[in-house]
C-alpha cells in the first residue's frame, strides 16, 4: 500500500508540473499507480 501511495504523491507532482487536464490526470496516475504497484485494483 505504501507503493501506491508513494505513487499518488509522484503522480500529483507530474501533474502539477504538466498541467490541470483532469482526464489526462486521471489516465496519467492510473498507469503511474499500476507501474509502480502492478496492481490495477488499487488504482481503480
Do not use: I, N, P, Q
Not at 503522480?11 to 489516465?27: A, I, M
Not at 498507469?31 to 496492481?39: F, K, L, N, P, S
Amino acid at each position: 500500500m505504501r507503493a501506491y501511495l508513494a505513487a499518488v504523491v509522484v503522480c500529483v507532482c507530474v501533474h502539477l508540473h504538466l498541467g490541470s487536464d483532469k482526464r489526462s490526470f486521471c489516465v496519467m496516475l492510473h498507469h503511474c499507480c499500476w507501474g509502480v504497484t502492478m496492481e490495477t485494483r488499487l488504482c481503480e
